[in-house]
Structures are given as structure tokens and as C-alpha cells.
């Protein structure tokens, strides 16, 4: 290996940066594609090394938490005004808002924390995410269509400590591959009535102190790593690659569903319900037929 990466390696940076940017906040769960993705194509891109592939995944969480911040950058700066502004004990219409929003991260802290090792044998089972794909897709279908059907419109204004509970636990469940933490969110959401635009944004405000979480607690063993300059620009690669599609992901999809509204006849999760279950069909292929 030379001093510059070669070109298809930089090609793999980068589709690894678009997967986990659009996939963190499009409701087909990330941490599948980042597992499938490379498990399918055969792609090892720094041959092996934990110490170096766990830096590379930090750097696209950081890319990811950047990119999604950007984006939501005004609600940030309101939620955390009126945060401080209640720890003061001068509290605005906000305040609990930006307090349940910061309790909302404590169910996926705790389990993230006693369950990581069975989370991350977990994650190299492909029957097992083959699996989560369809049933938490149709479950996300389902709680939209049955909230538009019922009218319900909850506003994000109306959010508070018992939805950060239950919302924060179905947050929790994201750990597993094949879930996602968008989508298992939105569903949260959309079943205790939060209208698909809120539903969405709540979702996407609460995911980023988990992102932040996850990329800082994956940090702890960066010492150990030693990249050479190939490896450090196939790192700044990804991390550059996952702010910008992770921007694009948030944007277009609070886009899709501010667009969408209330419509009853049409869900805009039957797409994503069915993208995941046409790749769930496809893993599922790949390995009985012994591909992989």
C-alpha cells in the first residue's frame, strides 16, 4: 500500500459513508446495511483490523452526528435554550420538551451498555436481521396507517416525560440490527398519536445524543489503533461522506413527510416496509443457497 488510497477502496469509503448517513435516518435500518452491505460484496477494507474498523465507525457516527445536527440545528438551539434557561429555574414553553428529550436517551444507554456483547454476536446473523427487516418495517406501516385513519395529529409541543419513556425504550430496541432506530421510533410515535412530521423530528432530535453516545463510548478503544496515512484517508473519507448523506437523509425525509400530511389513502412507510422485506427475501436467498 502506497501513501494515497487506491481507488476502489475510496469507492468503498464512500458508499459505506452514503449507507450509514441516508440509512440512520431513513427507516431501513443502518447497522443492517453497514453489516449486510460489506457481508454480501465481500468488502473487508482494512483487512481485519477491530482496532481500525472500530475507528472508521466512530468516524461516520461523527459524520452522521454532524450532518443530522446541521440540519437540525434550530431545533437544537431552542431545545438547549430552553433547557438551560429551566435548569436556571426560569423555564420556557419548551422546557420540558428539551427535558424529555434528554431523559428519552436513558433506555438505550442502560441496555446498550448491559447487553453489548450479545448485541454484537447478534449483529453477524444475517437470518436474524433478514428477519427484524419485514416485521419492524410492517409494524412501521402499520402504526401509520392506523394513527391516519383515526386523525390523530399530535404536535411535537405536546411531547412529554411518559412519550420519552416509551419512545426511549422502542429506541432501545435499534440495537438490534434490522430494526432501526428511526423507524421503531416513528412507530412509537405514530401510536401515541404524534403526527408523521413530529413523529419524525422527535425521532431524529432523540437519536442524536445516542449517535453522540455510541461514537464516544466506541472512542475508548482508539488508542489501541494505529492507522497509516491510507487508512486516515479512508477514515476522513467515510466521516466526510456520512455528513453530507446524513443531511440529505434527515432533510428528505422531513421533506416526504411534511408533504404527506394526514393523507389516509397513502403511507409513505409502505415503501420502506417493502424495500426491507424484498432485502430481507434477498439475504435470506444468499444464504440458504450457501453464496455466502
Known amino acids: 500500500m502506497g501513501d494515497i488510497a487506491g481507488v476502489a477502496d475510496v469507492g468503498v469509503a464512500i458508499v459505506l459513508g452514503l449507507l450509514q448517513g441516508l440509512t440512520e435516518f431513513f427507516p431501513v435500518s443502518s447497522s443492517a446495511h453497514l453489516e449486510l452491505v460489506p457481508w454480501l460484496a465481500g468488502w473487508d ?20 452526528l454532524a450532518g443530522a445536527a446541521l440540519y437540525l440545528r434550530a431545533d437544537i438551539a431552542r431545545y438547549a435554550v430552553a433547557l438551560w434557561r429551566g435548569i436556571r429555574g426560569n423555564p420556557t414553553p419548551h422546557t420540558v420538551v428539551a427535558v424529555s428529550l434528554a431523559v428519552s436517551a436513558i433506555p438505550a444507554a442502560l441496555v446498550g451498555l448491559a447487553l453489548e456483547d450479545v448485541v454484537l454476536d447478534l449483529a453477524e446473523e444475517p437470518l436474524l436481521i433478514a428477519a427484524l427487516l419485514p416485521a419492524f418495517g410492517w409494524l412501521l406501516w402499520r402504526s401509520d ?148
Open 45 to 64: 477494507l482494512f483487512d481485519g483490523d477491530n482496532e481500525l474498523e472500530n475507528s472508521f465507525d466512530v468516524a461516520l457516527h461523527v459524520g452522521t
Open 145 to 292: 396507517v392506523t394513527a391516519a385513519r383515526r386523525g390523530l395529529e399530535r404536535e411535537r409541543h405536546t411531547y412529554g416525560l411518559r412519550d420519552a419513556a416509551a419512545m426511549g425504550f422502542a429506541q432501545a430496541m435499534a440495537l438490534l440490527p434490522g430494526v432501526s432506530r428511526s423507524g421503531v421510533t416513528i412507530t412509537a410515535g405514530r401510536w401515541l398519536g404524534f403526527d408523521r412530521a413530529a413523529a419524525a423530528r422527535l425521532a431524529f432530535l432523540m437519536s442524536l445524543p445516542v449517535i453522540a453516545g455510541a461514537g464516544l463510548y466506541r472512542a475508548g478503544t482508539l488508542a489501541q489503533a494505529a492507522p497509516s496515512a491510507v487508512h486516515v484517508q479512508l477514515i476522513v473519507i467515510g466521516a466526510a461522506t456520512a455528513v453530507v448523506s446524513s443531511w440529505a437523509g434527515v432533510a428528505a425525509m422531513v421533506r416526504l413527510l411534511d408533504r404527506m400530511g394526514q393523507r389516509t389513502q397513502r403511507s409513505p412507510f409502505a415503501l420502506f416496509f417493502g424495500y426491507r422485506a424484498v432485502l430481507a427475501v434477498a439475504v435470506a436467498v444468499v444464504v440458504f443457497s450457501g453464496l455466502r
